[in-house]
Nanobody
Framework: QVQLVESGGKLVQPGGSLRLSCAAS????????MGWYRQAPGKQRELVAT???????NYAESVNGRFTISRDNAKNTVFLQMNGLKPKNTAVYYC??????????????WGQGTQVTVSS
């Protein structure tokens, strides 16, 4: 069993910053990557950023330069530092965990989501 516990989401003013955290526990041997996705009301879930256990990162173009993903492998935790937040960044942010190096055998897990609201 895998547990993903997210924290850090809250109401913030435009231009502000937030740091999201996600800690993984349970049967998580062989982590390939962790990341963040988001889903705004009425929209599909979309990639925000991912990071592999060797540090390779991938960002959505819309957040590149403002958001930074990082990880603490020893604690199986991934962070998302979000700067220059905009109202359109309002969404539920979901932690994502991928286990398994080979794509054909990779398993994906999701956190319960944390609400980020950017509003004045």
């Amino acid at each position: 069993q895998v547990q993903l516990v997210e924290s850090g989401g809250k109401l913030v003013q435009p231009g502000g910053s937030l740091r999201l955290s996600c800690a993984a526990s349970g049967s998580i041997s062989g982590i390939y990557a962790m990341g963040w996705y988001r889903q705004a009301p009425g929209k599909q879930r979309e990639l925000v950023a991912t990071i592999t256990m060797v540090g390779t990162t991938n960002y959505a173009e819309s957040v590149n330069g403002r958001f930074t993903i990082s990880r603490d492998n020893a604690k199986n935790t991934v962070f998302l530092q979000m700067n220059g937040l905009k109202p359109k960044n309002t969404a539920v942010y979901y932690c994502n965990l991928e286990i398994g190096v080979l794509p054909a055998y990779r398993r994906t897990y999701w956190g319960q989501g944390t609400q980020v609201t950017v509003s004045s």
